[in-house]
């Protein structure tokens, strides 16, 4: 039997429990340790999930030699600092996205990487790993629908609406140059990357501020929670609730999106259409084992996940028969096993081409999140370069 990859992961909070609920899913991998600044936390972690080594340290955990692969589910200003360490220690490591909270940040790690050829680092862009999403990538670029003519949607939630809702995220110094875009506006400029395989080259936005001022409960909120914390103190808010984005690809396609953390009722709202010369796809992810194929001239097609009618590279995606939901878990863990699967099969970034986001793919939307707020200050179309 193959000899299991050995894996840690720092940052033990909303997302770090799902990575670890994730990497018990997969065989060939072996969950050994875990960190995080609050050692309360990561213990009752370790003890729940029954993970043998527990750290009170980011840097004991690097420097454990029996560990190959570190995942960082720290916030956003963290990532630099710990993606470089991991680099650094010769670990491959699969990042939380954003990438970092610039661009100038982000810049680092990939010059880190260049020192390390061999270390594989994957990206969190997890949506991307929807079995239809994929599906729709492989009928896209094989031409179904024709050239791509308009590529439009949005992400909408609103966790963030009251202005009595907080988390690190609503705060620059942790969350970075952007919040909304930043975070969830990132998932959907990858999904049209994706899908299409080309790039977004021109941005012309308008962001929003709708509550210019918020009450910060003194005390951590955590991700998603409601705040019952009576005691307040009243902060100016300097990042976008809201962002309307037009943009331009370098295949030539326009497109528009909008993301909210502000539209009351809409949790975890993605909707993207694509529109080509002969049809158009359209997927939403709360209905995600479905996608629509719109025609011109014959009936409109609804397209049910089916494995058995998928090729083999989408059909490793999708364990459950049709009829048989699945969800935002199976996405993940799919994001997470193709990066595993690339290690174990020995491939290497830069030759072959991962189904994973890459650290050059996250770098790249750092970029255009850049260009979208510079944008919308100077109130004019600016180019990604
Ligand atoms: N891929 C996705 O769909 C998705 C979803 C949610 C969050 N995220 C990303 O995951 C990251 C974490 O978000 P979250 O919602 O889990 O945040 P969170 O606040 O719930 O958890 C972060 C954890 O990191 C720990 N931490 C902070 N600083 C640390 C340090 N210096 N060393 C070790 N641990 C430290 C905190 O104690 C906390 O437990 C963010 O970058 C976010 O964008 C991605």
Redesign the pocket.
Known sequence: MQKKIKVGI???????TSHIEALHRIGFVDLVAV????YE?AKKKADEFGIPKCYRT?DELIADPEIESIHD????H??TEINKKIIEAGKHVFS???LARSSAESAEVLEALKKHPDTVAGL?F?YRMYPLIQEMKVRVQDGEIGKVYLVHGSYLQDWLLKETDYN?RIEPEYTGVSRCVG?IGS?WIDLAQTITGSRIVEVCANTVIALPTRKKPLGQV??FAVNSNAQYEEKKITTEDYAGVIVKFANGASGVFQCSEISAGRKCFIDIEVDGAKASFHWNHEMGDRMWKGNRDEQNVEIMRNPNLMPPEIRQYSQLAAGHAEGWNDAFKNSIEAYYRFIRDGKKLGKDKPDFATFEDGHYIMKITEAIIQSAKEKRWIEVC
């Not at 720092?10 to 770090?16: A, L, S, T, V």
């Open positions: 720092i940052g033990m909070g909303y997302i770090g960190t995080d600044v609050n936390l980011i589910c720290t916030p956003n963290m990532h939380e996205k954003p969190n997890c690190w975070d998932h955590e991700t």
